[in-house]
């Protein structure tokens, strides 16, 4: 049974930080996802991390959001800094296993001051 379970969103200024979880059991899995969706706008993809380490950011946080994972722990990481009132959102973590899409059920991040 896959499980994701995300955690360490809260409420931050504008230019601060953050570190999101996702911890994972059910199996070891060769891609995971980090998504967000702010309230009236579609779920949008933010940044993938491989297995092996490899990375890819959307446009709107490279150079500000970091993704990482600890196989050992099973769990994958996504450092935000520099912070904007345009990252208020609900962050998702995602994984595809066998023929299915996963979903954590996501933790609020909200930039305000």
């Known amino acids: 049974q896959v499980q994701l379970v995300e955690s360490g969103g809260g409420l931050v200024q504008p230019g601060g930080s953050l570190r999101l979880s996702c911890a994972a059991s059910?199996?070891?899995?060769?891609?995971m996802d980090w998504y967000r969706q702010a309230p009236g706008h579609q779920r949008e993809w933010v940044a993938r991390v491989t297995i092996g380490g490899s990375t890819n950011y959307a446009d709107s946080v490279k150079g500000r959001f970091t993704i990482s994972r600890d196989n050992a722990k099973n769990t994958m990481y996504l450092q935000m800094d520099s912070l904007e009132p345009e990252d208020t959102a609900i962050y998702y973590c995602?994984?595809?296993?066998?023929?299915?899409?996963?979903w954590g059920q996501g933790t609020q991040v909200t930039v305000s001051s």
């Open positions: 059910g199996s070891v899995f060769s891609i």
């Open positions: 995602n994984v595809a296993f066998g023929l299915k899409n996963y």
